[in-house]
């Protein structure tokens, strides 16, 4: 597995890769919202497994 890193806070969504501190990517958020879902997938035509993290337990 590849790990990955998702982190929104401060009105900002942000990515990046297992153990980098350092985002892949980063955007934006215009106005404070709750987010209740977020959706992954792997490439194009590509097949995968995804395991998670629950980080708040």
């Not at 153990?19 to 035509?45: D, K, R, V």
Request: avoid cysteine; proline fraction near 7%; charged fraction near 25%.
């Amino acid at each position: 597995y590849r790990e990955f890193w998702i982190a929104v806070d401060h009105n900002e969504v942000r990515a990046g890769k297992g153990g980098e501190w350092e985002p892949l990517m980063q955007a934006p958020i215009p106005e404070p919202f709750e987010i209740t879902h977020y959706g992954y997938s792997t490439g194009w035509g590509a097949t995968g497994w995804w395991k998670f993290l629950n980080d708040r337990d």
